[in-house]
């Protein structure tokens, strides 16, 4: 290399899933060779279902027009943020000026970068959950802010324990970054979490950026922590169409905040993109017009995947609770079940035996922080049949020699 990089690279490593896929793809080429049918992915929320089909047929239809090619708004059609304010009014409850309120995105990954540098300097200071999603502290870091993180428990259901917060020196604390319904824990948001959470961001001059991409998937009552009163006064929220409407790979979200908020956003994102291909955001129009009967289907057969999973866990000896929301099922991992040496996790141990033994990867949970050292996850991206084929798999290893809780799993079985 004839330069050296920035320090700021120093601070983070390249994201685990990227790192694992391409162990993984490793492993495929190695099974390959040897006849064996290559590795099941549970790792990844990453939707296997069809997006509704309007919006494939919007993009089919919007694509074939030669003036539909050309660079786009910063700020999007018109059409995209009456949609979104739309979307919000109609499930949330919430009104929102799509002329000044909303920012469409490419993906809300993205957000999560920008309103770091839209509002961060280097040593100011960003409340992160633990567990919770990577990126939240890797955009801290690479703006050179001092990560806090806040304690996520099991025994507090995975919500913020307030009393420990307040203790805390909040001094120079900008932002707090939260996720429900929760990623990866399954934890559920409730109006009296949202109230809470407004009113600590308001008390302490603290952002909220509650990131709220699950809220549909496995819950029947979607909420959204701008619809409590005074939230616009100390609250953002990210939202998206990967995960409701099985378009991950369209990269289609937003942002939702105040006036001002949002022209900070757009400040720093106007120098980092053109705006948004033109079919892609005349067909989320049509998504995002999705009724009822969309919701139903999609969590009926998350619902059926739930139980599968559960059927993994159980062969595993992980505990779990079989009422989580979210697209991914997260467990305990006992360490008689874990195998493996001792100097790791429990949950990293299992996640390798199974990877390397059975040909089937699920995520340890230490890669969303220390509390989720001793868990795993399960994605429920995956037909039931895969779901069916990974426990068979799983069920054939627990009968090879492993640590004792496993033996007498494949005894029972």
């Not at 995947?305 to 609770?321: H, K, N, P, S, T």
Request: proline letters at 7%; a negative charge.
């Amino acid at each position: 290399m004839i330069i050296k990089p920035a320090r700021r690279t120093e601070s983070v490593q390249e994201y685990y899933f990227s790192r694992k896929l391409k162990e993984i793809a490793e492993m495929n080429a190695v099974r390959r060779e040897h006849g064996e049918e290559p590795v099941i992915n549970l790792g990844i929320g990453s939707p296997d279902g069809m997006p509704p089909m309007p919006a494939i047929d919007a993009l089919c239809a919007s694509a074939v027009q030669p003036g539909n090619h050309a660079y786009q708004s910063y700020v999007g059609l018109p059409e995209l943020r009456q949609a979104f304010a739309d979307w919000y009014e109609r499930w949330y409850g919430v009104v929102l000026d799509p002329k000044t309120e909303i920012q469409p995105l490419v993906g809300s990954k993205e957000a999560i970068l920008l309103i770091s540098l839209a509002f961060l300097d280097k040593g100011d200071k960003v409340l992160v959950p633990d567990p919770g999603y990577p990126t939240y502290s890797s955009a801290s870091k690479l703006v050179e802010a001092e990560i806090l993180t806040y304690n996520l428990r099991e025994d507090k259901g995975w919500q913020p324990d307030f009393e420990a917060l307040e203790a805390m020196d909040l001094t120079g604390v900008k932002i707090m970054w939260t996720n429900y319904p929760n990623m990866p824990t399954g934890a559920s948001a409730s109006e009296e979490l949202y109230s809470r959470l407004v009113d600590f961001g308001n008390r302490h001059g603290i952002m909220i950026c509650n990131d709220n991409p699950y809220s549909f998937i496995l819950n029947d009552r979607p909420l959204s922590i701008l619809a409590r009163p005074d939230a616009k006064a100390c609250c953002l929220e990210l939202n998206s169409l990967s995960k409701a409407h099985n378009m991950a790979g369209w990269r289609i979200g937003m942002v939702a905040a105040a006036p001002d908020v949002i022209s900070q956003i757009l400040k720093v994102k106007s120098q980092m993109d053109s705006g948004m291909f033109k079919p892609l955001q005349l067909a989320a129009v049509q998504a995002l017009a999705q009724g009822p009967e969309w919701f139903s289907e999609l969590n009926e057969e998350y619902r059926r995947r739930r139980v599968l999973a559960g059927e993994i866990f159980d062969l595993l000896g992980v505990e779990y609770d079989r009422n989580s929301s979210c697209m991914f099922l997260w467990g305990r991992v006992p360490s008689s079940v874990a195998g493996g040496s001792q100097e790791m996790s429990s949950g990293a141990r299992l996640s390798d035996r199974i990877l390397y033994d059975a040909g089937v990867f699920i995520t340890p949970g230490f890669i969303f922080g220390k509390n989720g050292e001793n868990h795993v996850r399960i994605s429920l991206c995956a037909k039931p049949e895969v779901l069916r084929q990974a426990a068979r798999r799983i069920r054939q290893v627990l009968c090879k020699p492993a640590a004792p809780g496993m033996q007498a799993k494949c005894l029972e079985d």
